[in-house]
């Protein structure tokens, strides 16, 4: 079964092609530069990389625009290159997951050149329309602030066309058959080239009901299951990791009661609550996202994470907990995006204080899920907020002190490499990294081995040790016997505390730190006593007490 799941104890790794590693000197990323750093992210850990998209598109969204579904952007390389990648990929023990987007296509793709020339085409009904612009079409828009319309006018097709996302991105017709029917069919072409699974790109709206006469769209929930079916009959394995930012109540329609829809979420609502958490120095509201979102089935698991390709959404948190955000991680306009969200990376959101990176990195690697990490991460990236809405958070891979970070040998990089202050690519770089033992990549790479030999946080049942400090966060795991508990202190201040592990049998027990040699004995009542530093954590494994003193003999 653990084989099956492999998804329950992986390590993500999102990377963007065209942003990681140029090998020909055009200034855009490569899978043949991508190939030259899998060892790289082999021996950081990783056991899945995810893709963003890379098939051809005219990238007015950094190509969730796609024009042609069956293949690769030139500038990035061919199918033969992709191929080779998976090879590559396969090789070194790890699996590739892809963007998958089809909610949408770009309005250059020949899907929707045809059904706007031609009314009888079959690739008119591929697509949503209305004689007429809806009274609605200012409500529902995604990016506020940018998108002023779900109702373009196509004069071509003398019609308005539907588009959740941009003007540019027309929605499919999910709820036409032969549409899903193509998409089965896209997903069939990329398993068959070696991809694991796919990260498919709003799923509400993939499934939502769409038209102009809707007044509250209804979701078509089975489509996920037909989704995950397919995938099953096609290789056993597969999965959909789903971006879903829905509310708790609504996380098992997405699961299946039985784990027969989708196979894992982005827990958006556990992030949003985390950020408000290292914000205030609160763990509650953290608890009870966790806690609101624990059911799910055996088999489904949710996607841990800190940052990603977007805006770090707060839409779900109450406008004071948002404001609570803004005020410490985003105050300044230019820093927020959308009315709702920030557009910075996470090492400047956080002043770049070590401390408060490896605590929110070692708490988001023990969080009930699978940790999702995203390239630059792991040695601490910084933005370019003069690149406008999201691409100031989307710079090249900065791997050297060569010109250019060593991304490219082009003097014209696709975006602008972060070249100034504290963040530059002089100062924070892979290669500068690795020689340092105590550097942020080198800790990074020990506390994802330390994750992976923890299985118990993705596959066990997790519950909460009460501390009487809302400061620190105590989560207990327990699996097939076994147990550890994981400590955070989200606060700039030490903090003392104390607590009892809850069974009569472990009132004996020692805490044996997985991190450290910094280990924990119970006192003669049975309770545990630790002093955290400012943002101090602990990872702890509950063993017998006699368990350090047959360590130490075997030692000897």
């Not at 784990?259 to 827990?267: D, I, P, S």
């Amino acid at each position: 079964m653990i084989n099956d799941l492999w998804y329950k104890n992986a390590v993500i790794y999102c990377l963007s092609v065209a942003t990681y590693m140029d090998a020909n000197g055009d200034g855009v990323g490569d899978f043949t530069g991508l190939m030259r750093r899998l060892d790289y992210l082999q021996g950081m850990g990783v056991t899945a990389i995810w893709l963003m998209p890379f098939q051809p598109s005219p990238c007015k969204d950094d190509g969730y625009d796609v024009a042609d579904y069956y293949g690769v952007d030139p500038r990035y390389g061919t199918l033969g290159d992709f191929v080779e990648f998976a090879e590559g990929c396969k090789q070194r023990g790890m699996r590739v997951l892809i963007d998958l987007v089809v909610n949408h296509t770009s309005n250059e793709h020949p899907w929707f050149q045809e059904a706007c020339r031609d009314p009888q085409s079959k690739y008119r009904n591929w697509y949503v329309w209305s004689n007429k612009k809806p009274k609605n079409a200012a409500s529902g828009v995604v990016f506020p602030g940018v998108q002023k319309s779900t109702w373009n006018y196509e004069k071509t097709a003398k019609a308005y066309y539907f588009h959740r996302f941009y003007d540019f991105q027309p929605d499919l017709n999910t709820a036409n058959p032969e549409v899903q029917a193509e998409i089965l069919k896209i997903m069939g072409f990329w398993l068959q080239l070696g991809v694991s699974g796919f990260r498919m790109d709003a799923v509400p709206f993939v499934i939502a009901q769409k038209g102009a006469g809707l007044k509250k769209p209804g979701e078509q929930y089975d489509m996920l299951r037909t989704f995950s079916e397919f995938l099953t009959w096609r290789k056993g394995d597969a999965i959909i990791l789903a971006e879903a930012n829905v509310l708790p109540d609504t996380d098992l329609k997405y699961f299946g009661d039985s784990g027969e829809r989708l196979q894992m979420m982005f827990n958006f609502a556990v992030n949003q609550h985390l950020f408000f958490a290292l914000a205030s120095s609160d763990s509650r509201p953290l608890v009870n996202a966790m806690q609101t979102t624990k059911p799910r089935p055996a088999t489904a698991q949710w996607g841990q994470f800190l940052r990603n390709n977007d805006e770090l959404d707060l839409g779900r948190l109450s406008d004071k907990q948002r404001e609570t955000v803004f005020a410490a991680f985003g105050p300044d306009k230019d820093m927020q995006l959308y009315q709702r969200g920030i557009r910075r990376r996470l090492p400047p959101m956080l002043q770049g204080d070590r401390r408060r990176l490896e605590l929110a990195y070692s708490l988001m690697m023990t969080l009930p899920g699978t940790p999702v990490i995203r390239y630059g991460d792991e040695i601490g990236m910084g933005d370019d907020l003069r690149l406008q809405e999201r691409n100031g958070a989307r710079t090249p891979m900065q791997w050297s002190t060569e010109p250019n970070a060593g991304f490219t040998a082009s003097d014209k990089p696709i975006l602008p490499v972060i070249s100034e202050g504290p963040y530059g690519f002089q100062h924070v770089n892979v290669a500068a990294q690795r020689r340092e033992p105590n550097s942020l990549l080198n800790w990074m790479e020990r506390i994802i081995r330390m994750r992976k030999e923890v299985p118990e946080i993705g596959w066990g049942d997790f519950s909460f040790i009460p501390t009487k400090t809302p400061q620190v966060l105590a989560m207990r795991y327990v699996w097939r016997n076994n147990s550890v508990l994981c400590m955070h202190n989200l606060s700039g201040e030490p903090q003392e505390v104390q607590f009892s592990l809850r069974a009569e049998d472990e009132k004996k027990c020692t805490l044996v730190n997985l991190l450290s040699e910094d280990h924990s004995y119970p006192e003669k009542n049975g309770k545990h006593s630790i002093l955290f530093e400012p943002y101090g954590y602990r990872w702890f494994r509950i063993c017998g007490l006699d368990y350090l003193l047959k360590r130490s003999e075997t030692q000897n």
